[in-house]
């Protein structure tokens, strides 16, 4: 396995709620999850990069909202 | 990521593979569906003259390999000599289905000493128009080696299609 | 895994049963993509022509010989939401699979939890029944496929995986009693969609 590297991660309350509950729904560790936030992110920068965008659609009307990112 | 299994575990679950073919695939991007999209199409006609092409295309990337090697070139040197990106030889060579500009192919016509028509056909960029041409590249690349230094039958091979490619004389079959 | 790291595994060889040693790398490297351009290719072209010339339906062909492993891998490159891994026997590349990681559940009973999705998985043309008569290799797509279980593991997705079958191999995630949820209307073709749960997942990993 490639070495690891540790961090400190010091949130808010509502942050820690906010990772806690995505921990229970998504059956994951807490650092799983922020390890799934670091790839999307990453892979959702990368695409933006190539000119894709990335937007939400309303099943049932199918009105598109674009998901803006910096 | 370590998977420790014993021997036995392993031929066990190659034995309850079968002889299933195992395969997992979503849609190819665009890419990909350029090539040979003809496959999929139904048309055999296109299919086979797609394979046939690429046939003369690995043919052409042997070629340009061994005409280097026998002149005992590296990739680099032989680009400065031909007035090519090295990048654009070693593509040429290991890419089968890299396709190379008219202007390179016009450079190696010249560092070879050889009609540029002929590498044309041979390289893809311009339509093969003799079936036989393509039965020799065919003949030709299955004989290269493209990574051992080259033997007497090579160097021999070399030669032929050297004037097959220079004459415009070929048997076909 | 560190580049050079590799699992030992077993492969059978198809012609005479016997146990031939094997890599299984957490990569799809150099080394690999020269064996898919300078072996597969080739051996692919060969049979292509054969099945033309004996007039073989277009059903029959393999249907993965469009597929372009190195547009594949350097699509991904460098993102850490995907991973490649290869076997390796002989010194020769036997088979590659890339995988995504940002994939959701969609069976019902583990709808949203993440899993390991096999975007692409595939064997060498000589370890495929629908392209030679005798394989080289077995155990190759199962190797790779255990990777992905093995992987989803580590990555507390609890074994969880998930794949679109291409239809010449149904037939073999049936066998393996993946959850088959039918033809998925959002894909080309309505390829067959099929996950593990954990528990068939910790079986097949026993």
């Known amino acids: ?39 999307l992110y990453q892979t959702v920068e990368t695409r933006i990069e190539r000119g894709e965008k990335l937007v939400f659609e309303n099943d049932e009307t199918k009105q598109k909202a674009e998901l803006m990112l910096l | ?98 396709i190379p500009e008219p202007r390179t192919v016009y450079c190696l016509a010249l560092a070879f000493k050889l009609p540029q028509e002929r590498l044309m056909q041979l390289s ?32 021999t091979a070399l030669e032929t299609f050297v004037m097959i490619l220079s004459k415009g004389n070929h048997s076909a079959g | 895994m560190a580049p050079a790291d590799f699992s030992p595994i077993y492969l059978v060889d198809g012609a005479t049963g016997s146990a031939v040693a094997a890599e299984l790398r957490q990569e799809i490297g150099a080394a690999q ?27 029959r062909w393999p249907q993965s010989s469009h597929w372009r492993w190195d547009q594949k891998v350097a699509r991904v490159s460098g993102l850490l939401a995907h991973k490649g891994f290869s076997v390796t026997a002989t010194g020769v590349c036997q088979g590659l699979m890339q995988v995504k990681l940002t994939q959701s559940a969609r069976l019902p009973e583990q709808h949203g939890k993440p899993l390991v999705y096999v975007e692409y998985l595939e064997t060498a043309p000589w370890n495929r029944s629908d392209c030679v008569p005798v394989r080289r290799f077995k155990g190759v797509g199962t190797a790779l496929l255990t990777a992905a279980v093995a992987l989803s593991e580590q990555e507390t ?10 239809p010449q191999a149904d037939e073999f995630y049936q066998d393996l009693g993946m959850c088959d949820l ?11 969609y099929f996950e593990f749960t954990a528990e068939q997942a910790a079986a097949f990993l026993v």
């Open chain 3, 157 to 166: 997705f609890k074994g969880r995986i998930g794949l679109h079958s291409l």
């Open chain 3, 182 to 192: 039918g033809p998925d209307p959002h894909y080309p073709n309505q390829l067959r």
């Open chain 1, 1 to 39: 396995m490639p070495e690891k590297r540790t961090m400190t991660l010091n949130l808010t309350d509502a942050e820690m709620t906010a990772l806690e509950e995505l921990s229970r729904r998504k059956d994951l560790t807490k650092t799983a999850v922020l390890r799934q936030a670091l790839r």
């Open chain 3, 33 to 59: 993509l020269t064996d898919w351009v300078t072996k597969w290719q080739p051996a692919v072209h060969e049979i292509m022509r054969e099945l033309i010339a004996k007039g073989v339906p277009q059903d």
């Open chain 2, 124 to 155: 893809g960029l311009s339509k093969a128009r003799d079936v036989g041409l393509r039965a020799q590249a065919v003949r030709f690349a299955a004989s290269a080696d493209p990574v051992r230094e080259l033997t007497n039958e090579e160097e």
């Open chain 2, 1 to 98: 990521m370590k998977l420790e299994r014993s021997k036995e575990w392993w031929i066990a679950r190659a034995a309850r593979e079968g002889n299933h073919v195992v395969l997992a695939g979503g849609p190819v991007a665009d890419e990909e569906r350029e090539s040979p999209a003809e496959l999929r199409s139904g048309n055999l006609e296109r299919a086979s003259l797609s394979v046939a092409a690429s046939d003369a295309h690995i043919a052409f990337g042997r070629f340009v390999n061994l005409m280097r090697r026998s002149r005992g070139m590296g990739i680099e040197a032989f680009a400065e000599e031909a007035n090519l990106d090295p990048g654009e030889v070693l593509a040429i060579e290991d890419d089968v289905h890299f």
